[in-house]
């Protein structure tokens, strides 16, 4: 290869975050917490990139799109750095985040729903018979209420 050809294989971290939709403190954090490897540098010691580089930062963007923790996408980067190894840990830590979203998403519907019988609830006249701001100061007023006499919907 020439170096004109190996010199068009590398990339500096501006590309890599713009190829990839990340900005470059972004880049430099991954690094740093070990999701993406140590890069080599140019003999400015400026970060030198590749491809394989952009795909990793593309799943790893993905995987935290998806709402995966730090430590899962480290999981899953493993896994997928051995394309031979069974996929069942990989579906094992998808169905527990799914679990985890769709637990999340039940606790959401319970607020929208606190939140539209607060609204529905005011009448509109001023704060001193604002349901909105009674329901805030008093939460046995909450439909939803939790271990500490309020909407613990969140938690």
């Known amino acids: ?5 190996a010199k068009n294989d590398v ?3 501006g590309e890599l975050a ?10 430099r954090y991954y690094e740093q917490i070990g999701l993406l490897p140590a890069t080599q540098r140019s003999e400015g010691n400026q970060r030198r990139y590749d491809e394989a580089s952009v795909k990793r930062l593309l799943f790893i963007r993905h ?3 998806f709402g995966f923790s730090v430590e899962a996408v480290r999981e899953l980067l493993e896994m997928a750095d051995h394309p031979a190894m069974p996929c069942h840990q990989a579906d094992k830590l998808a169905k527990r985040h799914l679990a985890e979203v769709e637990s999340r998403l039940q606790r959401l519907a319970a607020l929208r729903d606190e939140l539209q019988r607060m609204i529905n609830q005011c009448a509109g006249d001023n704060i001193g018979h604002c349901h909105v701001i009674d329901v805030l100061s ?11 006499g309020g909407a613990d919907v969140l938690r």
Do not use: F
């Open 18 to 27: 713009s190829r990839t939709g990340c900005k470059p403190e972004t880049v």
């Open 1 to 5: 290869m020439s170096e004109q050809s």
């Open 138 to 148: 008093d939460h046995r007023l909450c439909e939803h209420s939790g271990p500490h």
């Open 11 to 13: 990339m500096g971290i």
């Open 63 to 65: 995987g935290r799109d």
